[in-house]
């Protein structure tokens, strides 16, 4: 992992975390969305120069895992421990995840905690035994209600059907402890009252309070039926319900019942990104949890939607699932990152197409943003002999191109830094690069360049002052979205050497015009998008 080294102690955290994901396989787009969304804004912290901490990692217990290890011939452990050594963690380094720890719910600081949170809920009360019949289904690792089954046709003609992996259910009756999440239910309808960001965006709001005012039926926290998952610490014949020792992970990631000062530190979380279709178990189960063991609640839990390919939500199940690496070898893990978060409105159910993405890919990302970056190194070489030349003739042309870029800091960083609208702030980004190019096109310095005059030459270092220090000011805004692509820009901009690091320059000060030094050395580099050769269909 792309560890930071931000763990510090004594102020409160920006703490986020993405759902830590099943290991029954390799992680595809749908997983790499969440996680890159999670990077993105957690970058976008740090270079507002806040205390970040950010958290990934795998949910290796249930009997998901148990049934999938069996069929590889493996023990559960030998199985997880392959997925996160040779598919998940590689998959975050290749993505430049810069995530700060990496939990596993197989790992002892995990799995002690929980039994040390279960058994003070057992002891308060808020656990007892009982009994339960019902349907089951194995991928979610969930009972479900007789209401929410669909019916089966074809080959699961007369069975009932998960609606999320569309496969029969299993009828099961156990002997199980149960949490007494039905006397929480006026107290989450509080709180969602009272703190309406608390779960975003507000379509999934509306439909976790309507499930919750129809009454919550208490929770089975443990399974006997078999015994890969952490034990209950009163009755080891039981282990502890999948999706109650996964949803602790984010506080035992940060210290709970270990080392308070961290604890302190970091919780409560500020965001917890997760997908909609595990929306009701953040929202409703976990925080309920929380109440009744007296922790403060997170601050938002925002679920983004479903990535979409040919209308099927993208999972293995449904044979849709697609590698990210299959996308990077092509358009390479920058454009990667920008891609999902440009195209698709956070929140919202997207559709991918290779299409889409290579057209996008053309047009934002090589023609406007990297034909710019080329275009404005080439002339300075051409005409300065690659040394950024003083603006000594601003006028209302430069103010409007240093507005637009003040503007665009606000938009990105309300957008992204607060609404976690990554659609919204880079497209304020991509604008201001296009007014950018707008302004070249007018200015045109090329035919400006052949007029020697001292008042020509002095319009024409203006006007390629401008366009660097505009690059200097996206560089800085699109470093989250895409690191080495602007490390790239900044070091050919010749600003490391004068202003700094890029990892330095904070977001929120990316609009303070004239930063970029004159005398500052321009060189062109490689090309930061260069044109893609479509595969070969067939």
Not at 490 to 503: K, Q
Request: proline share 5%; aromatic share 12%; charged share 20%.
């Amino acid at each position: 992992m792309a560890a930071t080294g931000t763990e510090q102690r004594g102020a409160s955290a920006y703490y986020v975390s993405t759902p830590i994901y099943y290991v029954n396989d390799a992680p595809h787009l749908g997983h790499a969305y969440t996680t890159v969304a999670g990077d993105v804004l957690t970058r976008w912290h740090r270079q507002r120069g806040e205390k970040v901490w950010f958290l990934t990692g795998t949910d290796e217990h249930g009997q998901k895992i148990m049934r999938t290890a069996e069929a590889n011939g493996v023990t559960p452990q030998e199985w997880c421990d392959k997925l996160v050594e040779e598919a998940w963690k590689p998959l975050w380094e290749h993505l430049e995840i810069a995530n700060d720890d990496f939990i596993r719910t197989t790992q002892k600081r995990h799995t002690d905690r929980v039994q040390e949170f279960v058994q003070d809920l057992y002891d308060k009360g808020e656990i007892y035994q009982g009994g339960y019949e019902g349907p089951y289904c194995v991928g979610c690792e969930e009972y479900k209600t007789p209401g929410e089954l669909l019916d089966g046709e074809g080959d699961f003609a007369g069975q009932k059907l998960c609606p999320i992996h569309k496969k029969p259910v299993e009828m099961l009756k156990e002997e199980n402890y149960f949490f007494k999440l039905s006397a929480y239910g006026q107290r989450l309808l509080e709180h969602y009252e009272q703190n309406p960001d608390f779960i975003q965006p507000e379509s999934a709001r509306n439909e976790v309070v309507n499930f919750v005012k129809q009454g919550l039926e208490d929770l089975s926290i443990s399974r006997s039926t078999f015994d890969w998952g952490v034990p209950v610490p009163w009755d080891p014949k039981h282990v502890i319900y999948v999706w109650v020792d996964a949803l602790l992970n984010y506080a035992t990631a940060v210290g709970y019942g270990s080392d308070q000062e961290k604890f302190e530190s970091t919780w409560p979380a500020s965001v917890h990104l997760v997908g909609k279709d595990i929306l009701r178990f953040h929202a409703i189960i976990w925080p309920a949890m929380l109440m009744a063991n007296g922790l403060p609640l997170p601050g938002k839990i925002a679920a983004n939607g479903w990535l979409m390919v040919g209308g099927e939500k993208m999972s293995k199940s449904n044979l849709t699932g697609i590698k990210p690496q299959d996308l990077t070898s092509h358009f390479g893990v920058d454009a990667y990152r920008w891609y999902f978060l440009r195209a698709i409105a956070f929140g919202q159910d997207g559709s991918f197409s290779w299409e889409d993405f290579s057209a996008r890919y053309t047009s934002e990302l090589a023609n406007d943003f990297g034909n710019l970056a080329s275009r404005v190194a080439a002339m300075v070489g051409k005409y300065f002999g690659g040394t950024l030349p003083e603006a000594t003739a601003h006028g209302p042309a430069e103010q409007a191109v240093a507005d637009g870029l003040a503007a665009a800091v606000a938009q990105a960083d309300a957008k992204i830094g607060e609404e976690l609208d990554f659609s919204g702030g880079i497209a304020a980004i991509f604008d201001f690069i296009k007014q950018v190019n707008g302004y070249l096109t007018e200015q045109e310095p090329w035919k400006v360049a052949k007029d020697t005059s001292p008042e020509g030459q002095a319009r024409l270092a203006t006007i390629l002052y401008t366009a660097a220090e505009a690059l200097r000011g996206t560089a800085v805004l699109l470093a989250p979205v895409m690191p080495a692509t602007c490390e790239k820009l900044w070091v050919s901009l010749g600003a490391e050497p004068h202003v700094g690091p890029l990892a330095e320059q904070r977001v929120t000060g990316a609009g303070t015009w004239g930063v970029l030094p004159a005398g500052a050395t321009v060189t062109k580099g490689e090309i930061l998008f260069p044109r893609l050769e479509e595969p070969a269909k067939g």
